[in-house]
């Protein structure tokens, strides 16, 4: 009886044995860096990095757009008031005496010359935004 005790423990010994080389073998197939989810996390985890390096050169691109974007928000604002102030000036332009019956020509003749007036207006305010920017970018150019 002792003797099949014997060669029941043996075999029981050596099926666990096996068991746990093939359990070994599993796990080594399980946490290879090329193969198995070892791999996968390590693809994982440098995409991650990758991701994060994106997103934050995005958001350094997004705030300094938005900066810009406000600065050129605030120069068409500028640039609004000053022409509003231009127009409501046009009105205030005396308007040509004439005789009390002006002819077409006549009429014709004060509307050129009042848009010529205007035209002119117009161009020396841009040309003073011009000189403007022109100054503040190499200000900004300097910085």
């Given at each position: 009886?002792?003797?099949?005790a014997?060669?029941?423990?043996i075999?029981?010994?050596i099926s666990?044995?096996?068991?746990?080389?093939?359990?070994?073998?599993r796990l080594?197939?399980?946490?290879?860096?090329e193969?198995?989810?070892?791999g996968?996390?390590a693809?994982?985890?440098v995409?991650?990095?990758?991701?994060?390096?994106?997103?934050?050169?995005?958001?350094?691109t997004?705030?300094?757009?938005?900066v810009?974007?406000?600065?050129?928000?605030?120069?068409?604002?500028?640039?609004?008031?000053?022409?509003?102030?231009?127009?409501?000036?046009?009105?205030?332009?005396?308007?040509?005496?004439?005789?009390?019956?002006?002819?077409a020509?006549?009429?014709?003749?004060?509307?050129a010359?009042?848009d010529?007036a205007?035209e002119?207006?117009?161009?020396?305010?841009?040309e003073?935004?011009?000189?403007f920017?022109?100054?503040?970018?190499?200000?900004?150019?300097?910085?």
């Amino acid at each position: 009886m002792e003797m099949i005790a014997d060669i029941l423990m043996i075999a029981g010994t050596i099926s666990v044995a096996i068991y746990c080389v093939v359990l070994a073998r599993r796990l080594s197939r399980f946490t290879d860096l090329e193969k198995g989810v070892g791999g996968a996390i390590a693809v994982l985890s440098v995409q991650v990095d990758d991701m994060t390096k994106t997103l934050t050169q995005a958001q350094k691109t997004a705030g300094g757009s938005a900066v810009k974007l406000e600065e050129l928000t605030q120069r068409a604002e500028d640039v609004s008031r000053r022409l509003e102030l231009l127009i409501a000036s046009m009105h205030d332009l005396p308007e040509a005496s004439a005789p009390k019956a002006p002819s077409a020509s006549a009429q014709a003749a004060a509307q050129a010359t009042a848009d010529r007036a205007a035209e002119e207006a117009l161009d020396r305010a841009f040309e003073a935004e011009t000189v403007f920017l022109s100054k503040r970018n190499r200000v900004e150019a300097a910085e």
